[in-house]
Nanobody, 114 residues
Framework: QVQLVESGGGLVQAGESLSVSCMASGNDRIESMAWFRQAPGKQRELVASITWSGKTYYSESVKGRFTISGDSAKNTVDLDMNTLRPEDTARYFC?????????WGQGTQVTVSS
């Protein structure tokens, strides 16, 4: 079992920056971590991911504005979000992929006002 603890998020104005962080702890081997987001009335979508071999992925909507980084020794992942837009408003969920299961955090709210 793995527990994910998220931090960060909050309310900012359009154009500003914000970061969210996540730490995974437990007894499963974590292979990769990611951030998803879900806006009201919309499906949860992958924002960015990172593997412990160094590969990263960004959705087209955040490419060039968001940066994901992680520490495989600590099983932590950070998402630095720059030039935020109102359409980035969503609940952001941390995900950790273990050997057998996917684990999810409770989510942290990011709200961008125009």
């Amino acid at each position: 079992q793995v527990q994910l603890v998220e931090s960060g998020g909050g309310l900012v104005q359009a154009g500003e920056s914000l970061s969210v962080s996540c730490m995974a702890s437990g007894n499963d081997r974590i292979e990769s971590m990611a951030w998803f987001r879900q806006a009201p009335g919309k499906q949860r979508e992958l924002v960015a991911s990172i593997t412990w071999s160094g590969k990263t992925y960004y959705s087209e909507s955040v490419k060039g504005r968001f940066t994901i980084s992680g520490d495989s020794a600590k099983n932590t992942v950070d998402l630095d979000m720059n030039t935020l837009r109102p359409e980035d408003t969503a609940r952001y969920f941390c995900n950790a992929r273990g050997e057998t299961y996917d684990y999810w955090g409770q989510g942290t709210q990011v709200t961008v006002s125009s």
